[in-house]
């Protein structure tokens, strides 16, 4: 539970942690940035880290002169399909074994169920279109290992996903974070990205739990 409320504050609060890391640990934030985007996308178990909302801090800290806007964002882009390519890998070659439970927390087989609906739904496409919904976005490399996609063709598609999903949020932070209004309501701000980020999702099962009945 503390690890939960730990990751719900900085979420709420990123840009006052982000302000903290980067006041104590310069030149380091970059590191730990990418350290993030890589657990988020890389490692199948952290489904839940914050994506598009830290991107968007990112870019609005990037217009304060914080990071050099070009360096970061390709920095997290590196860790990004870093981070797929170890997904994938993980799921082609041990992804059957991992998960075994129903109601594990972290190896829930409804997440991946989810991502392999969605990678059913709309194909090799998925790699590009999941990089913008939580969870799925960590469980789609995942599935397209399970399902022996060529790394060429997954690799391909990895990266332009990589790239529209990094040099969206970041010019988007970058240009509108530090407006007067945004930067007031900073947290309702990250909530809404948060909100609609999850929305297709939502609106998928929704869609497919109709189609059930």
Known sequence: MDLLHTLFDFILHIEVHLDYIITNYQSWTYVFLFLIVFTETGLV????????????????FAARGSFDVVTIGLTLLCAAILGDTTNYAVGK?????????????????????????????????????????PIVRTFA???AGIGEMTYKKFISF????????????????YFFGNLPY???????????IMVISVIPAIVGFINERNKSK
């Open 45 to 60: 178990i952290f489904p839940f880290l914050p994506g598009d909302s830290l991107l968007f801090a990112i870019g609005a």
């Open 93 to 133: 070659f041990i992804g059957h074994k991992l998960f075994t439970k129903d109601d594990s927390f972290f190896l829930n087989k409804k997440h991946l169920k989810k991502a392999h609906d969605f990678y059913e739904k709309h194909g090799t496409k998925t790699i590009i279109l999941a990089r913008f919904i």
């Open 141 to 143: 490399p995942f599935v």
């Open 158 to 173: 990895s990266l332009v996903g990589g790239i529209c999903w990094i040099f969206s949020f970041i010019p988007l932070g």
């Open 182 to 192: 945004v930067q007031r309501n900073f947290k309702f701000v990250i909530l809404a």
